[in-house]
């Protein structure tokens, strides 16, 4: 987990609510990911960043929306068009091209 | 469509037995192409990584094997121990600094029995 939080670890939310998933990182990486994970579907890339204000989506955004004011911060926003939002939601954060570190993930189940 | 294909999903292996994982992939301009080891309810962390310019990584008992011609790769787990028993990603990229994304197989997850 080394430098990277995530919070909370467990998040539980109602159908047609907006939660926010808090991800920091003190590793000074340039480069952050959101990744969602499925059982036996392994780990999809829902948005990444690589420089303050500008960040791309990944494969599965849609439903989702990302922030990046702060080197050390990239909040994700999983929002009421995300259909089926029940998932392990891990961020991971790197120097560009360099390793990606993860950190400990959100539960988050929809009620 | 799948990028990088995972074998087994599943996995049971005696301890002090050799456990092999294999990934298959589709795109030749991936460049990269790391293992992820990851504990229940935990994040993934970095096992073990190779690039395709050499056909074979060992790094303690991981060892990656890599075969460009066939466009796959595996791990190998020498003398498994129950403490390995785990859930294993191959995955893969493409170049380094501004288009780092990986795409990662669907996981295996090992049982090393005592």
């Known amino acids: 987990d080394g430098g990277i939080t995530q919070s909370p670890k467990y998040l539980f939310r109602k159908e047609g609510q907006n939660v926010t998933l808090s991800c920091e990182q003190n590793l000074n990486h340039d480069a952050m990911y959101w990744y969602r994970q499925d059982p036996g579907q392994g780990l999809r890339l829902i948005y990444y960043?690589?420089?303050?204000?500008?960040?791309q989506k990944g494969d599965i955004a849609e439903g989702y929306s990302v922030s990046r004011e702060k080197k050390e911060s990239f909040p994700l926003t999983v929002t009421s068009a995300q259909k089926n939002p029940t998932a392990f939601y891990l961020c991971?954060?790197?120097?560009?091209?360099?390793?990606?570190?993860f950190g400990p993930g959100t539960r988050l189940t929809v009620l | 469509q799948q990028q990088v294909k995972q074998s087994p999903q599943s996995l049971i292996v005696q301890k002090g037995g050799i456990s092999i994982i294999n990934c298959a992939y589709e795109?030749?301009?991936?460049?990269?192409f790391p293992w992820y080891q990851q504990f229940p309810g935990k994040g993934p962390a970095l096992l073990i990584a190779?690039?395709?310019?050499?056909s074979e990584k060992k790094e303690g008992r991981f060892t990656i094997s890599f075969n460009k011609s066939a466009k796959q790769f595996s791990l190998h787990i020498m003398d498994s121990q129950p403490g390995d028993s785990a859930t294993y990603f191959c995955a893969a990229s493409i170049g380094g600094g501004s288009n780092y994304k990986l795409t990662f197989g669907k996981g295996t997850l090992l049982t090393v029995n005592p």
């Open positions: 795109n030749t301009a991936f460049d990269y």
């Open positions: 960043s690589q420089i303050v204000n500008d960040f």
């Open positions: 190779i690039r395709p310019d050499v």
């Open positions: 991971a954060s790197a120097f560009l091209g360099g390793e990606q570190f």
